[in-house]
Structure formats: C-alpha cells, structure tokens
C-alpha cells in the first residue's frame, strides 16, 4: 500500500497509510483504546490494524514541511518495515488547530500513538493531567550525550524525560528577496536595528514593491513578530523580565515596540488578512515581496522552491538580534494508554537517531538538535545557521512557539494579539500584555 490511501474509518480525516505486515508477529493490545482502527476493550491481538499501526497527529503540510516529514517516515520505515504509518494533519501554521485535535481524543480516551509538540512549557497541561509516558529508557546513554543541553532540559518534566526533539528552528531571521533589495539599494546586513528596518520598508515601498509578507488571518506571525522586535529593541533582560512577568518598567518598551509594529503594518502583504503563512513566503519567493519575517521552516520553503540561497534568497539575524538564536523545537510523545506501545517507542527512539535528524532536518530548514550529525551534508544556508547556533551567546525560548509560556498564557496573549490587529490600539494592548504576564 503507498502514500495516500485512506482507512476510510472518517471520510472528513486525511489519512495516509502504508502497510507492510505485523510489528514482530506479535501484537500488544492496551485495554482502553476503543478509536477506530485500534484496539478494542478486550483487544484482538490478531488485528494487524491494531498495535503495528502508528498514528501520528501534526500540521506539516505547508511548504517544504511535508517533505521533511515524509523523508523522516521513509527513514523510519526502511528499518521497521513491520510497520504501517496512519497520518492525521490537523493544518494550521504554529499548531493552531492542533492542540484541539489532540485535547478531544485524549478526553474521548482515543489517543494517538503520538503527537507532534513543543518541548517546555507546552508539555505542562500534559504532563500536569498525566497523560503522557515517561520516556528515560528511550533515552539512550548515546542520545542523552549526543543532544544539546537546553534540548534535553526543555524534554523533561519534574526530571523525567517526556518527549524526543527532532529539530531545533531559529525564529529571529529576516529573508530577503536579493533581487529586491539589489534593485532598491539597500543591504539588509548594515540594518542594526527594528526602527532602521523600517527606514528600509519605506525605501522599497517608494520602489513600489511590497516590503514585508506577513499574514494576519492567524495571530501568531504577528505575536512572534512582536516577540522578536521587542527582543530586538529592548535587550535580553528585558525580554526576560516580561516572561517572568516582572512588568515593573515594561509599559514604555511593550508599548513602543508594539507601536513599532504598528508602522510596519502600512508596508505588509495587500492580502495578509486572507493568506497563510505558506502563501505570505510565496510573495518573496516570487518578487512580490522583499522581506519576511518568519522562522527558518521558511528556508524550508525555499529550498522545496529550488530556490538559490545568497543569489535568489537569503538571510540576516532579526535586525537588534544579532548573536541570539531564538529556537523553535519540535518533538514526539507518547501518550500513555497508547494504542501502539512498541511501534511507537521504536518511532520515537528512530526520531532520537543520527539517520532520523539527518534526513528531517535538511528539507525541513532547521538544524539537528543532537551534535554528531553531519554537517557537511547540510545546504550552507543551514551551515550558516549552526555556525549562528554554535556562535550565539544565548539561546532563548519563545513565547509563540511554546517553550517559554504556559499555553493558557499564550493563548490569552494570541487573542490579546487578535483585538490588536483589529484596533491597533497601542496602548489598550500593552496593557493587557501585561496584565495577562504580570503578578
Ligand atoms: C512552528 C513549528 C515549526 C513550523 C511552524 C509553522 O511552531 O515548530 O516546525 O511548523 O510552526 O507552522
């Protein structure tokens, strides 16, 4: 059976399986799991559709994303061809659909082999409702060596390791069109600062191009453009004292930065209100815009585009960001009754290996969390950022991405960011900000 054949339990799901046979012969049954396709109360250990069939909910079908996923499936398959993937998207950009996804199958006692998560605080409604397998055994000795310290902490909580990072993404990038910026005059690598950024908006705006792709259907870009302006603006200590919610003397830095994106906004996409973050990208891709704003899954894009890195696309650190690697990480859990306890261990100690992290990372447009991958065999866009990586003096959560923020938080600050992009009411927003983080 290939790619894109459906089981057909739920004509509104895509589902995609491919089926080779049994895990070992020998199938575990957990009582409980009642879901279409899984086991049964009294379990029928004879059911190939039971326990060597991994259900794997996620929302990699944007651009390049869905090639990274499908290179680590592959990978997966080609040392376990007992198994037999059942994917289950739920799309939307930074997992806004998701968390939902995943919360009613949990409460429905239907759960998935395993989600796709960020590591950090977004594990805490999880792991606080004890829903999720402790995972120390699949970390190995040799993963527990090769992976980045920051990594394996943000994996764990109260101690116990919970879930497997796959990636490490950087949010503080600027792409550029180097068409665009070559035809205006204007060299992205000698802007120091936010305000500056908007200097150069001004100048390709006057070249009657559009300067920034940014979408504003969703909350987030918009959240994690904030995040990374103010970064860029106010300083690390003051980035840090906002997620402690330590908002004495933060008024005036919430404010302004947020009224600088204010006069970003006359220079973004004409239809940021209807398009995707995919679709926004698209714009720099194609010369209809010069700039954005966005994590490096967008370098993911690029690559999927065939584009050119340093002559067709390329990058700077977010003007004011310079030395800092803001990381977006994603990984795999194991829900706890789960419907396919060995296969699921196995896929999550393949997304642990050298072969997974080679194989993902590259389309993907991010970097290997663990350390003993080969660089060379990464495109230099991606050299470019381990080198950032290695060379940066902090690595930093964020607050979109849910690493550094208890989800209830972000999500009160993403609607704060919706009534923002509607009002644009400067003030009324940075008093909410932060009174939603503060005391
Ligand atoms: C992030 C995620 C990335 C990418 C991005 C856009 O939250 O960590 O892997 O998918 O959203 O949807």
């Known amino acids: 059976m290939g790619w894109g054949e459906t089981d057909g339990s739920n004509a509104s799901r895509r589902t995609v399986l491919r089926r080779v046979g049994m895990i070992g012969g020998a199938a575990v049954v957990l009582a409980g799991c009642t879901s279409d396709g899984h086991a049964s109360d009294d379990g029928d250990a004879n059911d190939p559709d039971d326990t060597s069939r991994l259900e794997l909910i996620h929302w990699w ?23 037999v993937i059942e994917e289950n998207p739920a799309p939307g950009g930074a997992g806004s659909a998701l968390n939902a996804a995943v919360q009613s199958r949990l409460i429905d006692e239907e759960p998935p082999s395993t989600f796709q998560i960020w590591p950090g605080e977004a594990l805490r409604p999880f792991t606080d409702s004890n829903v999720l397998a402790a995972l120390d055994d699949i970390w190995s000795d040799d993963m527990r060596e090769a992976y980045i310290d920051s990594v394996r902490e943000l994996s764990q909580r109260n101690g116990v390791y919970v879930a497997v990072p796959v990636n490490i993404h950087r949010l503080n990038n600027l792409f550029y069109n180097v068409d665009i910026v070559e035809d205006v005059g204007v060299d992205p690598r000698s802007v120091d600062d936010p305000e500056t950024l908007l200097e150069v908006f001004e100048a390709v705006a006057d070249a009657g191009y559009t300067p920034l792709a940014h979408q504003t259907q969703d909350a987030w870009p918009t959240v994690q453009l904030w995040e990374t302006v103010f970064l860029g603006q106010h300083g690390l200590e003051t980035f840090q004292s906002f997620l402690d919610g330590d908002v004495d003397g933060l008024a005036e830095p919430v404010a302004e930065s947020l009224s600088l994106i204010e006069r970003y906004r006359e220079h973004v996409s004409p239809d940021a209100s209807s398009i995707a973050w995919d679709e926004a990208n698209a714009q720099v891709i194609t010369g209809d815009a010069a700039f954005t704003h966005q994590g490096d899954w967008a370098a993911g894009h690029y690559s999927s585009a065939e584009l050119t890195y340093g002559e067709e696309w390329s990058h700077v650190a977010f003007p004011g960001t310079d030395g800092v690697y803001t990381m977006v990480l994603d990984s795999f859990v194991m829900p706890d009754p789960n419907p396919s306890p060995e296969l699921t261990s196995a896929f999550l100690q393949y997304c642990g290996s050298v072969d997974a992290q080679r194989r993902f990372n590259q389309p ?11 660089a060379e065999e990464f495109p230099p866009f991606l050299q470019d950022q381990m080198a950032d990586f290695d060379a940066s003096g902090d690595q930093l959560p964020t607050i979109t991405h849910g690493s550094a923020i208890h989800p209830a938080t972000k999500n009160q600050l993403e609607e704060a960011f919706a009534s923002f992009l509607e009002s644009w009411n400067v003030e009324t927003t940075a008093e909410r900000l932060l009174e939603i983080v503060g005391p």
């Open 364 to 374: 993907k447009g991010s970097i290997p969390p663990r350390t003993d991958v080969p």
């Open 61 to 83: 079908t944007a651009g390049g994303e869905e090639d990274a996923l499908e290179a680590l499936l592959d990978g997966f398959l080609e040392e376990h061809e007992e198994g």
